[in-house]
């Protein structure tokens, strides 16, 4: 069982919005950070967003004014609202959380959903 699942990637036009959820998919004792990466073909995975399970947030500068993350504790979920979206964001997009189990503490990563940003 995949314990994250990513939804709501797809086609989009340059200057268009996409909203992506990430949704655990097994109870954790805890859920501390969850955050949003991506990686684009040929590149490295980079850093997106972040946010705390008290609802600190940071982003990357590339990003920063465009995208918002937020999380619903009650749900186990994480969102990133992408806006003004830029050929440059194409790429697979995955969650990560971090928490801790019956094994301690673990991170967890779902299996990414792609955005393409085309016109």
């Known amino acids: 069982q995949v314990p994250l699942v990513e939804s709501g990637g797809g086609l989009v036009q340059p200057g268009g919005s996409l909203r992506l959820s990430c949704a655990a998919s097994?109870?954790?004792?805890?859920?501390?950070?969850m955050g949003w990466h991506r990686q684009a073909p040929g590149k490295q995975r980079e850093l997106v967003a972040t946010?705390?399970?008290?609802?600190?947030?940071t982003y990357a500068d590339s990003v920063q004014g465009r995208f918002t993350i937020s999380r619903d504790n009650a749900k186990k979920t994480v969102y990133l609202q992408m806006n003004s979206l830029e050929p440059e964001d194409t790429a697979l997009y995955f969650c990560?959380?971090?928490?801790?189990?019956?094994?301690?503490?673990?991170?967890?990563w779902g299996q990414g959903t792609q955005v393409t940003v085309s016109s």
């Open positions: 990560n959380a971090d928490v801790s189990d019956g094994a301690g503490p673990n991170t967890y």
């Open positions: 097994r109870t954790f004792i805890s859920i501390y950070a």
């Open positions: 946010i705390t399970s008290g609802g600190t947030t």
